[in-house]
């Protein structure tokens, strides 16, 4: 009772039919704090989300600061301080070092989400007109050059940066 018998994951188990200890959890069960996302990644669920899905998340000046922030630290490298499609990883760049100067690649500018400039998304429809559900759908699992980024921010995070987006869309 004192000392209690703890296996590491590693190591062979008799207690389990297939003698190992690092069990595979059961089907359907989420990890504690998972928030599972219902939508796969298909256009099709793309504009269901758009549809269905929207911001938990009350709008309020601290929620759009930390929106503001956290788009800043992921978004802004691409889509800009402004959200213009104008971020540094969209110019021309280059970098010297021991083995001289070289260009660095130049990635796609995104579209702006700025009413004012009419640009549509890939996807259909203009940047601006971008629903919760699809803005959400988008950071979860990314769109063309933009890679997912569901492992970098969490739910409440990627909800915040859909409420800044929302500030952008205005201008």
């Known amino acids: 009772m004192y000392d209690p018998l703890a296996f590491n994951p590693d190591q062979p188990n008799a207690n389990f039919a297939d003698g190992k200890t690092a069990q595979t959890p059961p089907k359907g069960t989420d990890p504690v704090g998972f928030t599972r996302f219902e939508y796969a990644n298909t256009l099709e669920d793309y504009e269901r ?7 938990p998340l009350l709008v309020n000046a601290e929620n759009l ?8 630290t992921y978004c802004s490298v691409c889509h800009g301080a402004e959200g213009k499609g104008d971020g540094p ?4 760049r280059s970098v010297t070092d021991s083995r001289g ?3 660095l690649e130049n990635f796609p500018p995104p579209p702006s ?14 940047m601006a007109d971008l629903t919760d559900g ?9 769109h063309n050059s933009m890679g997912s980024h569901a492992s970098q921010l969490s739910p409440e ?14 201008k």
């Open 49 to 55: 989300a758009g549809r269905e899905v929207k911001n």
């Open 65 to 72: 600061e930390k929106g503001k922030a956290l788009f800043t």
């Open 89 to 92: 990883l969209t110019k021309d």
């Open 101 to 103: 100067t070289r260009q």
């Open 113 to 126: 989400y700025h009413r004012t400039d009419a640009a549509n998304s890939s996807r259909g429809g203009l």
């Open 134 to 142: 699809k803005i959400y759908h988008t950071i979860y699992y990314g």
């Open 157 to 170: 995070e990627r909800w915040k940066v859909v409420m800044y987006v929302h500030e952008l869309q205005k």
